[in-house]
């Protein structure tokens, strides 16, 4: 598989990306490039509001491919921000990420995209995933993204 090709293409796609976390709590995330840097959306049961995050490491691991964005510096969004991400979310997305039920309203709106073998994970569970994963094939994804 062309692993760039796939992140190019959820990039270029527009939508938003549901990740089932189990315990029945769901992820949404929007996948960015800002000026060769790969930033993820993200809405989610457990935070607060809208975060925005950089994207620190992408693992492929068998037919996965699992981005890793560092959480204690993710970024909660503000409703005032929206000039600052105008280029990266449509302002009836920024509206429905504010609204309070933000996965179900873009489900609804159809916004959401099913993506098989795509997660979005914090940083902090890299650790189970380090000793299986195809490490020529992440570097050369580090590598075209400038991660």
Same mark, same amino acid.
């Not at 939508?15 to 949404?28: F, P, S, T, V, Y």
């Given at each position: 598989?062309?692993?760039?090709?796939?992140?190019?293409?959820?990039?270029?796609?527009?939508?938003?990306?549901?990740?089932?976390?189990?315990?029945?709590?769901?992820?949404?995330?929007?996948?960015?490039?800002?000026?060769?840097?790969?930033?993820?959306?993200?809405?989610?049961?457990?935070?607060e509001?809208?975060?925005?995050?950089?994207?620190?490491?992408?693992?492929?691991?068998?037919?996965?491919?699992?981005l890793?964005?560092?959480?204690?510096?993710? /970024?909660?969004?503000?409703?005032?921000? /929206?000039?600052? /991400?105008?280029?990266?979310?449509?302002?009836?997305?920024?509206?429905?990420?504010?609204?309070?039920?933000?996965?179900?309203?873009?489900?609804?709106?159809?916004?959401?995209s099913?993506?098989?073998?795509?997660?979005?994970?914090?940083?902090?569970?890299?650790?189970? /995933?380090?000793?299986?994963?195809?490490?020529r094939?992440?570097?050369?994804?580090?590598?075209?993204?400038?991660?």
């Amino acid at each position: 598989m062309e692993w760039n090709q796939k992140i190019e293409d959820i990039i270029n796609n527009k939508k938003w990306i549901a990740n089932d976390n189990g315990l029945w709590k769901i992820q949404c995330c929007k996948l960015v490039n800002d000026e060769d840097e790969l930033m993820v959306f993200i809405v989610a049961d457990e935070l607060e509001g809208p975060a925005c995050a950089r994207v620190e490491k992408v693992i492929v691991t068998g037919s996965e491919l699992v981005l890793f964005y560092d959480s204690q510096y993710d /970024y909660v969004l503000e409703e005032s921000e /929206y000039d600052n /991400y105008s280029k990266f979310i449509t302002s009836e997305e920024w509206k429905i990420l504010f609204k309070g039920n933000a996965i179900g309203d873009l489900k609804e709106m159809n916004m959401i995209s099913e993506e098989e073998g795509f997660y979005v994970e914090p940083h902090e569970g890299i650790e189970r /995933y380090m000793s299986n994963y195809d490490k020529r094939v992440s570097e050369e994804i580090a590598e075209h993204f400038n991660l």
